[in-house]
C-alpha cells in the first residue's frame, strides 16, 4: 500500500509490495525479503553498508507505456528493465518514476540495486546522529499509463474576506505521443464539476488550471480533519482515457507579525521531533507501527510533529491529513558542516530533494511548515549563500506555506532573516548548563537584533538524554529517566508559559539508532537516547 486512498479508478495499477528476491552484490547467498523493506531485516545483514540486488518478474497483461513508481530507495538506485539499464536516483526519503515505453505483454524482469555506502558521491546521507538503512524502504507501483495522462495536480485554498473557501487547482498533462491530442479534462471537487478542452502537442507537457469558489465546505483543523477528494479525468470522444485523484483539505496557514494562524485564528504548536525507525524494520515502519506512534503522541498531548531530517513517507503524512496532525515536513540534511555543504554534490543533491518532495507532498493539508538545514552551517558567509539558494528554491515551489530553518548556531546565525518563522534548538539544562528563561531572554534579545524580530518563533528542539531502564532517584545523574524528567519539564514550564513562543519541539518521540563508528561514543548503546519512549516505544518517566 503506498497511499491510504485509492489515486486511480481508471489507470490499472499493481502494487509491487511483497517478496522479492534479494542478494548482496559479489556474494552468492539469496534471500527472500519484504519489501516495502530495509535489508537489516534479513539477521546475517543487520549491520550490512553496501550494495544488495533486488529483483522479481513482473506480468504484463497488454502492450502499454509502464510507469514505475518508487517511493523511496535507501539511499541510490540504479534500475533495469529486462536488463536494460532505465534509470538512476540518489536520496532515500523522496520518490521517483520512470517510464518505459511500449512494454509489449508478458513476462518481463525487475531489477533494482541499491547502494547505502557512505562516499564523496553522496552529500546529503552521510554518517549521522540516525541512521541510514539500506533496501526498497518505500512502497514501489506499477502503472498502466496511456500516451496522454495525468501527471500531477496541485490544490490550493485560500479564506476570502466573506469566510468563504476558494480553490486554486492546476493538472500538469505530459503527451507521449507523436501526435497533437485533443481531450477533455474533466475536474470534480466537493460536489463541483468543471469540464475544458485542452490540446497538447507531440511529446509535451502542460499545466492547466481552475478556481473556483467552494461556499460550502467545512475547512480542515486539528479539530475537524475534514477532507475532499480532488479528482481529474482525461476523456477522449466518451472514452476515459486516464485519471487521477488527490485528497485535499481546506485550510489556511498565515502569519501576523509573531503569530502563526490556521484558518485566521492564532496556533500553538504542540510536537514533537520524530524519526522514521523502529526496531527490526529500520526506517520502514509498516502502517499500524506508523499510527501507533500518531496514538502514542495523540496521548501525550501533541498536535505537531516534525519530521526530522527529511522528508517522511506519505501514508505518514495520509495518517496525519486524516488525524488533525500539524506537519513540519523537512528538506534532507542535518548538522553539516561547511566542509560537507561545499561537497560538489550538495548543491544538485539538495535541489533534487526539495525539486522531488515540495511538489509531491503538496497536497497535504497537515504541512502547514516546510524546513530546510537542520542546524548546517548558517554561521558562514558561504553558508548563508546555499540558505539562500534553498529559501528561494522552496518559495518557487510553494507559496503558500512558511519557511524555516532549526539553528544551534546561537548569537552567530547569519541567515534568521531568511526564515518566515524563528526555530531554534535550545538544549539548556543538557548539553548547555544554564538556566531556561535566562538563556531564553538573552536567545531572544540577539533574535530581535538579528533578523528575526517581529516573526513567530519556534522552540524546534530541546530535550535530554535518558537510557529506558536507568534510575537515579537522588543523584538523579545524566542519562537517568529521572534527570531527563527534571530537564524536560524545566524546559516546557519556561517555552508553554512565555508568549513571545508559537511552538515547541521535544527532542524527541522515541530513541532512534545512530550510524555506529562515528557515533558510538557520545551516543550509548548506539542510539540517541533522548526519545520519551525508548525504540520499542516502552514510555520513560518522562511521559
Ligand atoms: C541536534 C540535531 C538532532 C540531534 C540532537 C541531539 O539538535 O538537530 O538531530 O542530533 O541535536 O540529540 O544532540
Redesign the pocket.
Known amino acids: 500500500m503506498i497511499r491510504l486512498f485509492q489515486q486511480h479508478q481508471i489507470r490499472r495499477t499493481q502494487d509491487l509490495s511483497g517478496i522479492w528476491d534479494f542478494k548482496v552484490k559479489d556474494k552468492p547467498e539469496k534471500y527472500q525479503i519484504t519489501v516495502p523493506g530495509c535489508w537489516k531485516q534479513v539477521p546475517a545483514l543487520s549491520t550490512y553498508r553496501g550494495q544488495g540486488i533486488y529483483s522479481r518478474t513482473v506480468v504484463i497483461s497488454e502492450l502499454t507505456n509502464l510507469r514505475l513508481v518508487f517511493k523511496g530507495v535507501s539511499h541510490t538506485a540504479e534500475v533495469y528493465f529486462d536488463n536494460q539499464f532505465i534509470g538512476r536516483h540518489y536520496g532515500a526519503y523522496t520518490p521517483f518514476d520512470l517510464i518505459v515505453p511500449q512494454v509489449k505483454a508478458g513476462q518481463h524482469q525487475l531489477k533494482i540495486v541499491v547502494d547505502n555506502r557512505f562516499s564523496e558521491q553522496s552529500a546529503l546521507h552521510v554518517p549521522n ?2 541512521y541510514t538503512y539500506g533496501g526498497l524502504t518505500r512502497g514501489v507501483v506499477l502503472e498502466y499509463l496511456s500516451d496522454t495522462y495525468l501527471q500531477a495536480l496541485t490544490f490550493t485554498s485560500h479564506l476570502q474576506a466573506d469566510q468563504q473557501w476558494q480553490a486554486e487547482l492546476t493538472a500538469t498533462i505530459v503527451n507521449l505521443a507523436a501526435q497533437t491530442k485533443s481531450l477533455t479534462l474533466a475536474w470534480t471537487l466537493a460536489d463541483q464539476r468543471y469540464q475544458q478542452t485542452v490540446t497538447l502537442a507531440a511529446n509535451s507537457q502542460q499545466k492547466f488550471t481552475w478556481s473556483a469558489d467552494f461556499p460550502e465546505v467545512t475547512a480542515w483543523s486539528p479539530q475537524t480533519p475534514q477532507l475532499y477528494f480532488l479528482q481529474a479525468e482525461l476523456i477522449q470522444s466518451a472514452q476515459k482515457l486516464d485519471d487521477l485523484i488527490e485528497r485535499v483539505g481546506f485550510r489556511e496557514v498565515t502569519m501576523k507579525q509573531t503569530q502563526l494562524l490556521l484558518n485566521g485564528r492564532p496556533i500553538f504548536l504542540k510536537g514533537f521531533n520524530r524519526h522514521e525507525d523502529y526496531p527490526g524494520v529500520g526506517c520502514s515502519l509498516p502502517l499500524a507501527l506508523m499510527n501507533r506512534d500518531l496514538d502514542l503522541l495523540e496521548d501525550l498531548g501533541a498536535n505537531a510533529v516534525r519530521t ?2 527529511y522528508p517522511n513517507d506519505e501514508l505518514f503524512l495520509d495518517l496525519c491529513d486524516q488525524r488533525g496532525f500539524l506537519v513540519w515536513e523537512e528538506n534532507h540534511a ?2 553539516l558542516s561547511l566542509a560537507q555543504m561545499e561537497n560538489p554534490n550538495f548543491n544538485r543533491q539538495s535541489a533534487a530533494c526539495i525539486q522531488e518532495f515540495i511538489p509531491a507532498h503538496y497536497n497535504h493539508p497537515s504541512i502547514i511548515i516546510w524546513g530546510l538545514l ?2 548546517c552551517a548558517s554561521q558562514t558567509a558561504i553558508g548563508r549563500k546555499k540558505y539562500q539558494k534553498q529559501f528561494k528554491q522552496i518559495r518557487q515551489l510553494d507559496q503558500s506555506r512558511p519557511v524555516t530553518a ?1 539553528t ?1 548556531q546561537h548569537f552567530t546565525d547569519l541567515c534568521l532573516d531568511l526564515d518566515d518563522i524563528v526555530s531554534v ?1 535550545m ?1 539548556s539544562g543538557w ?1 548547555d548548563d544554564h538556566p531556561v528563561a535566562a538563556q531564553l531572554d538573552q536567545e531572544y534579545a540577539w533574535i530581535q537584533h538579528a533578523g528575526g524580530d517581529n516573526k513567530p518563533l519556534i522552540i524546534s ?1 530541546f530535550g535530554a538524554g535518558g537510557i529506558y531502564g536507568d534510575h537515579d532517584y537522588f543523584a538523579k545523574s545524566k542519562w537517568s529517566e529521572e534527570r531527563q524528567v527534571e530537564i524536560i519539564a524545566a524546559n516546557l514550564e519556561t517555552y508553554l508559559h512565555d508568549e513571545r513562543i508559537t511552538g515547541v519541539f521535544l ?1 524527541q518521540f522515541a530513541d532512534c539508532r545512530v550510524t555506529e563508528q562515528e557515533w558510538f561514543a557520545t551516543r550509548p548503546r548506539t542510539y ?1 537516547n ?1 526519545g520519551v519512549v525508548d525504540e520499542y516505544r516502552r514510555p520513560k518517566l518522562a511521559v
Open positions: 546522529d540516525y526530522c531530517h542535518r548538522g537542520n542546524e532549526a544551534r534548538n538544549y548539553y528542539e527532542w540517541n533522548k
